[in-house]
């Protein structure tokens, strides 16, 4: 089943701390605590997953919603796994006419792209995120991808 037909649970907003702009402009934001224990932030990178497919659907971008999705996971678990903050940030919104999905983990630190090791189990989120994003980088202690709609400029 493609992730943009999955329902929104209905508690995850609620186990995040969201934002959202008003209606009309298409911006909007979650947090989510870390909790500092191995394996316990896992699920909320499936929450983070399933409020980027909502708000896709609301915002008419339905058809972004596997490759944006595919992406916030990576970066998801990556602010999770290696970052230092007490908060993962996901920032989503719409301008031009593209979609940016922006993650910060909270900590002083800049997130730093490492050489893909193609043996080993692990490593390759940032070259998914290459390969399913027009465009990608890093800012500060923002990791950002950017997404054309079908039938926009690349």
Known sequence: MPIAARPLDSDALAR?????????????????????????????????????????????????????????????????????????????FVADGRLRVEVRDGGSWTPRPRPVDLLAQSGRGTLLVEAFADEWGVSGGTVWCVFHPAGGAR
């Not at 699920?43 to 399933?50: L, V």
Request: charge should be positive.
């Open 16 to 92: 995040a701390a969201f934002h959202t702009s008003a209606p009309g402009h298409r911006h909007a934001e979650a947090s989510f605590e870390r909790s500092g224990r191995l394996g316990q932030d896992a699920p909320r990178t499936g929450q983070a997953r399933r409020i980027a497919a909502a708000l896709l659907r609301l915002w008419g971008m339905a058809e972004l919603a596997d490759p944006a999705c595919l992406a916030v996971s990576e970066l998801v678990t990556n602010a999770f796994v290696h970052g230092q903050g007490r908060t993962v940030t996901m920032r989503m």
